[in-house]
């Protein structure tokens, strides 16, 4: 009886032993399992992190060249609506004019003129800032745009032409916009146009053509009046 126990407990315990075993052989093979699939997980993790880093990288000039054209954009959108109010704006006298001025090269030429009563930013004067400033846009090929600007109160405004400053050398073409109102569209035109007595006609919106490595984007701008530059009463 005694022997027969033995072995009957001895079997028992061989038998649990080889579960145990398997227990933790399964238990190893598992966690190798787990421990590959992590591996595999963070391998496909880092390239992906890599291959998207390189593509930011690689299209970074073109989302700040694309970020450079709203900034200039929205600049002279609020330059434009400032000179459309008082007190330079009226009714009469609209805030965004034509005229012929003298640039720093000696050469005359009309171009699209407006006043800014605090001048602007991008106004560097050589001694005290003055308000009353006299402001046009041209494009130049090698300089880009360009704000011409001087102060109604300086003493030789009338025979001095007015200071230069670069607003972005990305601009390679500016043009205008002017709506057909018998035909109800819009007609695109690369100078200012002239009415019937010789007159030359303010544009409703003006076109800028920027450039950079190869790719070009336009940006359209609009020339707000007297009456849409007024706050309301």
């Not at 402001?135 to 001087?150: N, P, S």
């Not at 025979?159 to 390679?172: N, W």
């Amino acid at each position: 009886m005694r022997r027969a126990g033995f072995f009957s407990t001895t079997r028992r315990d061989g038998r649990n032993g080889l579960v145990a075993r398997a227990r933790r052989a399964c238990t190893i093979l598992e966690l190798l399992v787990a421990m590959a699939i992590v591996a595999l997980v963070r391998v496909a993790m880092n390239t992906f992190v890599f291959s998207m880093g390189e593509l930011w990288g690689q299209n970074t000039d073109l989302r700040l060249f694309e970020l450079h054209v709203r900034n200039v954009s929205r600049f002279l959108e609020r330059e434009l609506s400032t000179a459309a109010l008082p007190p330079f704006a009226t009714i009469a006298e609209p805030g965004i004019t034509v005229q012929e001025t003298r640039a720093q090269s000696g050469m005359t030429d009309i171009y699209l003129t407006f006043e800014l009563a605090e001048g602007s930013r991008l106004c560097t004067w050589p001694e005290r800032a003055l308000p009353d400033v006299v402001c046009a846009l041209a494009v130049r090929e090698r300089e880009g745009l360009v704000l011409l600007w001087h102060s109604r109160l300086e003493k030789k405004f009338a025979d001095d032409p007015p200071r230069e400053s670069v607003i972005t050398p990305l601009v390679t073409e500016m043009s205008y916009d002017y709506y057909e109102t018998d035909f109800k569209n819009w007609k695109n035109e690369r100078a200012l146009r002239k009415n019937a007595a010789g007159e030359t006609v303010v544009p409703q919106r003006i076109r800028l053509k920027f450039v950079y490595s190869g790719r070009t984007l336009e940006s359209v701008i609009g020339l707000p009046t007297a009456t849409q530059g007024m706050p309301m009463l």
